[in-house]
């Protein structure tokens, strides 16, 4: 489904029940009409249908694409995610397999609803530490897993890119994994917050996180930097037969 001539104000609001076996099979691509602006931003909502039966809003990928106007290509700032559908049972009321967005820069989620999204592609315009994509959560109330266990959330051919990922008020779950190093960031805000890293992960920056959750392969020597962490409530290690050392611990983690 492609929505396009999206304008300025305009709100996209979205319910998708996945196929049989729960298995999202919708893409949703948005283009916004001449986005040449330097705060151009689209609004999606995910909203509640109105089936008989309760159902999570689970797509495939969401695609916010640029828009070529005058001959060049115009991109959108800011993709603001509002997770209206409440959650059912214990599923996320929004789920997001992955969303594509390598020309914006800034997604804002906010809402009550559950948020789960697989993988994610955002506009790092730099290759140097002086630039990031940017996740704010910090006004989104509900529950937010960002990643799968395994995976890292980053769309695997942009791991190089650095992300400034903020936490809201829920139960909140960002798998990192290896892919993080001292350019990402990490802020947890007043929810209960996890990061779920793996053996070799860099020195990301990771402040006011209640639980690192270090994991990874069975044996080996690994390596885990303690240097760029502040206020982390606590560190779980999974051992396996190897050997795990968490280097640079200051007193100030806690």
Do not use: C
Request: proline share 0%.
């Amino acid at each position: 489904l492609t929505v396009s001539d999206i304008v300025a104000g305009q709100t996209i609001q979205v319910s998708s029940l996945a196929s049989a076996g729960d298995q999202a099979d919708e893409d949703l691509i948005l283009n916004m009409d001449s986005p040449t602006g330097t705060t151009d931003a689209i609004t999606l909502e995910s909203v509640a249908s109105a089936a008989t039966t309760a159902h999570v809003n689970s797509l495939a990928s969401v695609t916010v694409e640029q828009t070529t106007v005058s001959s060049v290509a115009q991109s959108v700032e800011t993709l603001n995610l509002v997770a209206t559908r409440a959650d059912v049972s214990d599923a996320a009321g929004t789920q997001i397999a992955t969303l594509v967005a390598q020309n914006t820069g800034t997604v804002s989620i906010t809402g009550s609803g559950g948020v789960t999204i697989g993988a994610i592609d955002l506009l790092d315009a730099s290759a140097a530490d002086t630039t990031v994509a940017t996740i704010d959560a910090s006004a989104h109330t509900g529950d937010f897993t960002l990643g799968v266990d395994g995976t890292d959330f980053q769309n695997s051919s942009t791991d190089a890119d650095d992300y400034s990922v903020t936490l809201g008020a829920g139960t909140n779950t960002v798998y990192g994994e290896a892919a993080l190093d001292d350019g990402d960031t990490i802020t947890g805000t007043t929810g209960t917050d996890t990061v779920d890293l793996v053996d070799n992960t860099g020195a990301v920056n990771l402040v006011n996180i209640d639980t690192v959750a270090l994991s990874g392969s069975s044996t080996g020597t690994y390596t885990a930097s303690a240097e760029n962490w502040s206020d982390i409530g606590a560190v779980t290690v999974a051992m396996g037969s190897g050997s795990r050392t968490i280097t640079n611990i200051d007193t100030t983690l806690a």
